[in-house]
């Protein structure tokens, strides 16, 4: 029977690593011919996830623990050194040292999502599976701004005559940035009492408000893919915000099914 850590660590590192080199993917596109060392240093990390990707695919869900535990630390020092890549393409950014298609806001949205992967390797070495309810409310209030983001880059990167769509990114950013001061608030009242029930109806809401979101960045998705909108968002690029949202709703059910077996 496949071991647990190891069938979590090889789902995590499937999802991020592919996440990452898109990541750079996207920022060498961003770059002006200027910044070829920026560029060259994008492919340096496409190359190294795309051979993390090739380590992966060669490993079993039976392998053994310690082999993973391993891998999990040489992924770990991937995701930290493109943490520090992105850190440094932002600081460029806001001291307008390069002049970028990359937004601030992006670049620092991205690295975040590097220290988030960084962050589930550490845990996961440390024998940290279940998530505790304090960790569900953070781990909500991290994927709640991701999603608040990705409705702001759709709403900026769609041209400005798609207005019925520029509107609907708008709505999706202001109803994910009240889940993100709800989060906050819940957070900080949690010490003082019970949350299990306020965290279930927490996941309900957030899982409706993510659901619609997915379902709208499919239709822009199949879209842009068949050109029938105009704007400046790379087919990729679409994909990669579907899957992340995908990604949160898969969460939830983690989320909501540890709930349910602390309950019993």
């Known amino acids: ?4 850590f190891v069938l979590r660590s090889l789902d ?7 996440i990452m080199k898109e990541h750079a993917f996207f920022l060498s596109l961003g770059f002006s011919y ?3 060392k920026l560029i060259q240093e994008a492919q340096q990390f496409i190359t190294l996830f795309e051979r993390i990707e090739e380590q992966l695919s060669r490993l079993s869900p039976n392998a053994d623990p310690e082999e993973i535990r391993n891998f999990n630390n040489q992924v770990y020092q991937a995701a930290a050194s493109i943490w520090v890549y992105k850190r440094k393409v932002l600081g460029l950014v806001l001291r307008c040292e390069i002049r970028s298609n990359n937004y601030a806001l992006l670049v620092d949205h991205i690295s975040r999502e590097a220290a988030y992967f960084a962050n589930r390797l550490k845990e996961l070495n440390e024998g940290r599976m279940i998530p505790l309810p304090e960790a569900i409310i953070k781990e909500n209030v991290f994927f709640l701004k991701i999603m608040a983001d990705h409705s702001k880059f759709i709403g900026h990167l769609l041209d400005p005559s798609e207005r019925k769509l520029v509107e609907q990114a708008r709505e999706f950013s202001h109803d994910f940035d009240q889940l993100v001061f709800q989060a906050i608030d819940l957070d900080s009242m949690r010490p003082q009492s019970e949350t299990e029930p306020i965290l279930d109806q927490f996941l309900d809401q957030n899982r409706v408000s993510v659901v619609a979101l997915r379902d709208f960045k499919k239709t822009a998705r199949e879209l842009i893919e068949a050109c029938k909108i105009k704007s400046n968002i790379h087919p990729l690029l679409a994909d990669h915000t579907f899957r992340e949202a995908e990604r949160f709703l898969s969460i939830i059910d983690m989320f909501e099914a540890s709930l349910t077996s602390g309950n019993q």
């Open 1 to 4: 029977m496949a071991n647990a």
């Open 12 to 18: 995590e590192i499937r999802f991020w690593s592919r």
């Open 34 to 36: 200027n910044d070829s």
